[in-house]
């Protein structure tokens, strides 16, 4: 895991509620939900190579940490729906990663021009970006 947030102190009062109300309408989950059980955590398969767990994605979305823009995380989630099976709460934490992956290319921060990959970067980029990328010039 990696020091992402390490050593934030992130208070309630502070919490941007608008970041919130963001992903909830983009991802159309009850994010206010969660209620941090961990379940999406232990059944995600991919959790060796996330920077923050699916349920600590969950916890800095509630509180409005726009930080959790800069994690791999979203980028890494293979949309495989384990932990939206596990969760008590029925939440699709799998549409959660997929409004992260919208906010962030919406905000044409590292936006991807189809036409300038070259083979060898294809070889490396998820192709979960790929395909996100697609979705934002055609939906
Ligand atoms: S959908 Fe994503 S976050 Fe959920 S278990 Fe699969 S890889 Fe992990
Ligand atoms: S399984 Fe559901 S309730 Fe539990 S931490 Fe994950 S999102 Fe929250």
């Given at each position: 895991?990696?020091?992402?947030?390490a050593g934030r102190v992130i208070r309630i009062s502070e919490r941007n509620g608008r970041f919130s109300e963001r992903v909830k309408a983009l991802s159309g989950e009850e994010i206010d939900l969660c209620f941090q059980c961990g379940g999406c955590s232990s059944a995600c398969p991919m959790t060796s190579q996330m920077d923050l767990l699916p349920s600590k994605v969950m916890r800095l979305v509630q509180l409005g940490e726009e930080a959790v823009l800069k994690s791999r995380t979203p980028w890494i989630c293979s949309t495989c729906f384990n932990c939206a099976a596990r969760c008590p709460r029925g939440i699709d934490i799998a549409n959660v990663m997929e409004a992260l992956r919208q906010m962030l290319l919406r905000s044409?921060?590292?936006?991807?021009?189809?036409?300038?990959v070259?083979?060898?970067e294809l070889r490396e980029i998820p192709p979960i970006a790929l395909i996100s990328s697609l979705r934002k010039f055609t939906s």
């Amino acid at each position: 895991m990696s020091t992402l947030l390490a050593g934030r102190v992130i208070r309630i009062s502070e919490r941007n509620g608008r970041f919130s109300e963001r992903v909830k309408a983009l991802s159309g989950e009850e994010i206010d939900l969660c209620f941090q059980c961990g379940g999406c955590s232990s059944a995600c398969p991919m959790t060796s190579q996330m920077d923050l767990l699916p349920s600590k994605v969950m916890r800095l979305v509630q509180l409005g940490e726009e930080a959790v823009l800069k994690s791999r995380t979203p980028w890494i989630c293979s949309t495989c729906f384990n932990c939206a099976a596990r969760c008590p709460r029925g939440i699709d934490i799998a549409n959660v990663m997929e409004a992260l992956r919208q906010m962030l290319l919406r905000s044409k921060f590292d936006h991807l021009k189809l036409e300038t990959v070259g083979r060898e970067e294809l070889r490396e980029i998820p192709p979960i970006a790929l395909i996100s990328s697609l979705r934002k010039f055609t939906s």
